[in-house]
């Protein structure tokens, strides 16, 4: 579609020459939205884009120009140039604006959907044509709805097709349609016209529930339970859906009567039956109208029903259309569907049961009942059954373990009562029954249970085995009697236990008896090692069965009674081993509570001496005596004997205790440390030693603490400081000294934790200062000694004062002196010399002078005494050169010296005879 512009303007105001024509020219205003996309072009001013208008006349007043091609509802702006044949062209217009007009849309609307509501009304929706082809503005819109030609069901006189316009908003709903109906659908949109219609889309209307009800052709019986209904299809036009099913309605007539005058009416069923409903299926589309015959199910046999019948579609099995006007059929009569009621069964004897029942529920009996069958059974898995039943007489055997019995029904009874007979004894029945009319037997009844009545037992348990359990208990196990020899409910068991035989205890009882419901029961309090006797019979209600009886022996058990009259006495040894004797009896006889097969002798040590005691050890012997060898001396024990059976020991007998016998000491005394303590010469020489020791452990002391032998001698050393006085005898190892002590006399202090004493001692006999001593420690008693504890080395005595002096040689200068010093004899020193104290005399002495005048150089006597260290790294047997320049620096002059011995006792010893030396 074009739009066009006329154009109309006056002639210039001078026109000094004649004007030939006027080119009109056109371009787009910028920016519409309604313009052609890709052609931005024609919004600008092209010089080549115009129109030319001829001039007829001059001077020129008015023209116009005609524009063709231009796009309809869009702003143009025009503008207008005149030409002459002397000039050219000249000046250009003033621009003028203006918008083409409205045309007809030249695009449909777009995204058209359908959407059906329901069955007769349909939901449009689109969107607006594209801008650029709307060409002005849309103020409405047409709508064309045809109907799809040629479908199933379709009015003939329906809507075929439908117009119908509608204002400017994209969605419109549409009614008056046909249900399940397909139809096409377009759209378009107006301006000043209509435009171009969008594309169809299709659209089915929803389903509606069938209008019409199919057509009942017939309603014939099949059987007591079955009604054949046949009809015709709803017509075509007002199923409104594919019919894919129909629903059949029934209910029972609300009164009527049996051949033999009973009459069934609502108030036997309790109420008006309600409508039954029975869905039936078939297939879409018919192709005509077929006469669709189903059976209606679970029908009562002789009653009347009222049938009819509705269509369905696709819609919803439960939206049906309306139902056929009810037809009425009656079901044949048939065997009774229920049982007979209030069936009873009564215990009458031990082999009879009465029976009683009541005729089937009316709706049940579908006729006249005219027999019942009884079926009787024993119940299955009763152990005290016959090998067949037993039938009644006229019954018949249907099995094994069940009869039947017919029972023909007088008329007018309405309740029967029968008594079955020949039964076993205390057996369980099941009692079942069916009636039957002409046409057959109905179902059993529910089965009732009864069980003759019982009797006393005439069989004994079985398999009655006792089993010791322990010493003291029993356990009984047995079966019941044999089924058909208990002739009814065992109730409980009666026990009875008797000794017969062993060392019987009067504390037991002889015999006792007691009830037991349970198959096992176990006696306790039973005497150990004792023949018993035990008797088992069996009760039901009626009365006490025949007896069973085994015997049994309780087993061994410990004794409950201690060996007796234990008895202990020492067993003289000659070594440090020693020994016990122990005689007892055995328990009393009732107490052994089996075959004693040994003791056990316990004993551990009880003395309180010991730190720590030891045992329990045990000895197992045979017999009522025993030697105990290899216990300590002088330790006391404490006895005790047990006797066992195969089971296990008795309690322990009476205690008792018993020391072994002394001995020599097994152990040494213990930390033995020695010390010298004190030293002098006054003027012979005497030393000290002190000693320290603690008892041997208890259990190596043998005895009580006598006394302790203390021995010492002089030892050999190389130590030339060390010596002894060859004057003095001394003791060695080969003729020590002893000093024996008793222990009670010693100062001594008490441990309490290791229960021993620790004794302090001081030699003071044929000691010499600074000698090495061994000494050792044992202890003693009337047996002997005992080991001897002694330190690894030597102890040395103490040191004192040198009893002997040293020698001096003398050398001179005429400024010093030299002394060469050698200590004092080794067995004189008594020490290690660690000083010496030097005393030098200066004489007066004379000199001559001019020509041989006298003259006196030093007149003063002048004594002198010094004390020098020694090295004590020197050895003390050689001489000690010691120079003396610093005393002495006159020459010519005499001098007298003496030295004394210092050792660490700090006293000098006595001085030596002076020596006389003169300096040069």
């Known amino acids: 579609i074009n739009a066009e512009y006329m154009g109309s303007w006056l002639g210039p105001v001078a026109q000094p020459y004649n004007i030939q024509y006027y080119q009109l020219y056109f371009r787009r205003v910028p920016g519409q939205i309604n313009s052609f996309p890709g052609t931005t072009s024609l919004e600008s001013w092209d010089t080549s884009r115009f129109v030319t208008v001829s001039v007829s006349s001059w001077p020129n007043a008015r023209s116009t120009g005609l524009i063709t091609g231009l796009q309809p509802y869009i702003t143009y702006e025009f503008r207008v140039q005149p030409s002459t044949t002397q000039e050219g062209l000249g000046y250009t217009s003033l621009s003028n604006t203006t918008k083409t007009q409205q045309a007809a849309p030249t695009g449909p609307p777009q995204s058209l959907m359908a959407v059906a509501l329901t069955y007769s009304q349909i939901r449009l929706t689109w969107a607006v044509p594209l801008i650029y082809l709307q060409n002005g503005v849309i103020g409405q819109y047409t709508i064309n709805i045809t109907r799809v030609p040629g479908q199933y069901g379709a009015d003939p006189i329906g809507n075929v097709s439908i117009v119908t316009v509608r204002d400017s908003s994209l969605s419109a709903d549409v009614s008056g349609l046909e249900a399940n109906m397909q139809y096409t659908v377009i759209v378009a949109a107006i301006t000043v016209a209509t435009g171009n219609y969008s594309q169809p889309v299709n659209v089915t209307t929803q389903q509606n529930i069938p209008g019409a009800s199919p057509s009942i052709t017939g309603l014939s019986t099949v059987s007591s339970t079955q009604l054949n209904l046949a009809w015709n299809e709803p017509p075509r036009p007002k199923q409104f859906g594919p019919i ?15 051949s033999d005058g009973t009459i069934i009416n609502d108030q036997l069923f309790g109420a008006a039956d309600t409508v039954h409903f029975f ?99 024993r119940v299955p898995g009763q152990d005290n059954l016959q090998s067949s039943i037993t039938c009644n007489a006229g019954a018949i055997n249907f099995d094994a373990d069940t009869c039947i019995l ?32 002409t046409i057959g037997e109905g179902p059993l009844s529910s089965a009732v249970y009864a069980r003759t009545d019982e009797d006393i037992p005439d069989g004994t348990v079985q398999n009655l085995q006792p089993t010791a359990l322990n010493s003291s208990a029993v356990l009984l196990s047995w079966v019941p ?133 030891f045992g329990p050890d045990k000895v197992v012997v045979p017999t009522a005596n025993k030697i105990i060898t290899g216990l300590l001396p002088y330790v006391q024990y404490r006895f005790t004997i047990t006797a066992f059976t195969n089971v296990g020991n008795s309690t322990q007998s009476s205690t008792v205790s018993i020391t072994t016998e002394s001995a020599t000491p097994t152990a040494a005394p213990q930390a033995l440390s020695v010390t010298g303590t ?61 000093n024996t002590v008793v222990a009670a006399t010693l100062s001594r202090t ?48 103490a040191q004192a004062i040198p009893t002997g002096p040293p020698s001096v040689l003398l050398t001179s200068t005429y400024n010093s002196i030299t002394a060469s010093i050698t200590p004092p004899t080794s067995y004189l020193r008594h020490g290690v010399v660690t000083q010496y104290v030097i005393r030098y005399t200066r004489y007066p002495t004379t000199f001559l002078m001019n020509g041989g005048n ?50 660490l006792s700090g006293q000098a010893g006595p001085f030596s005879a002076p020596v006389n030396v003169t300096t040069q």
């Not at 297939?283 to 109208?289: D, E, G, I, V």
């Not at 009874?413 to 029954?433: A, K």
């Open 854 to 903: 006298s003259s006196v150089r030093n007149p003063n006597l002048v004594t002198t005494e010094t004390t020098l260290n020694v090295n004590l790294d020197v050895t003390q047997n050689g001489p000690s050169p010691l120079t003396l320049s610093n005393n002495v620096t006159i020459a010519d002059t005499v001098f007298a010296f003496s030295i004394a011995a210092i050792t």
């Open 406 to 437: 017919e029972f023909i029904r007088d008329g007018s009874e309405t309740s029967f009562t029968f008594v079955l007979d020949t039964l076993e004894n205390y057996v369980n029945y099941s009692i079942r029954i069916s009636a039957a009319t």
């Open 279 to 377: 869905n039936v299926s078939t297939s879409f589309p018919l192709t005509s109208a077929s006469s669709l015959v189903p059976l209606l199910p679970n029908l009562l046999p002789a009653l009347t029903y009222r049938v009819s019948v509705a269509a369905y579609n696709t819609l919803n099995t439960y939206s049906l259309g309306p139902f056929a006007l009810y037809q009425n059929g009656t079901t044949s009569e048939a065997a009774p569907t229920g049982p007979p009621l209030q069936v009873q069964a009564t215990l009458m004897s031990s082999s009879e049961l009465t029976l009683m029942w009541a005729l089937p529920a009316a709706l049940q009996r579908n006729g006249v009942v005219m027999s019942f069958n009884i079926y009787y059974a």
């Open 481 to 613: 009697p044999a089924k058909p020899n208990i002739h009814g409910v065992l109730t409980t068991y009666t026990v009875a236990v008797a000794q017969q035989s062993g060392n019987l205890n009067s504390q037991f009882p002889q015999s006792f008896s007691f009830n037991t419901t349970d198959l096992t029961t176990t006696i306790n309090g039973l005497q150990s090692f004792i023949t018993y006797s035990f008797s088992i019979s069996a009760w039901t209600r009626i009365g006490q069965g025949p007896p069973l009886t085994v015997t049994s022996m309780t087993a061994q058990s410990i004794p409950t009674g201690a060996p007796l009259n234990l008895a202990a006495s020492i067993v003289s040894t000659a070594t440090a081993s020693k020994s016990v004797g122990l005689t007892w009896d055995p328990p009393s006889p009732f107490l052994q509570n089996g075959v004693i097969t040994g003791y056990t002798i316990s004993y551990i040590s009880t003395d309180s001496r010991l730190v720590s005691q």
């Open 244 to 258: 894919v099913g129909y629903t059949l309605a029934y209910y029972r007539s609300p009164f009527m009567v049996f």
């Open 750 to 797: 008490f441990d309490s934790v290791n229960k021993i004493y620790t004794y302090t001692y001081t030699i003071t006999d044929n000691l010499q200062p600074y000698n090495d001593y061994m000494v050792s420690v044992a202890l003693s008693n009337s047996f002997g000694d005992g080991p001897t504890i002694a330190l690894a080395s030597t102890s040395r005595t």
């Open 678 to 738: 004190t030293a002098a010469c006054n003027p012979a020489c005497t030393a000290t030693l002190a000693l320290t020791w603690a008892d041997p452990v208890p259990t190596g002391q043998a005895s009580p603490l006598d006394k302790y032998v203390i021995t010492y001698y002089q030892a050999s050393t190389a130590n030339n400081n060390v010596a002894s006085n060859p004057s003095l005898s001394v003791s060695s190892q080969a003729s020590p000294s002893t």
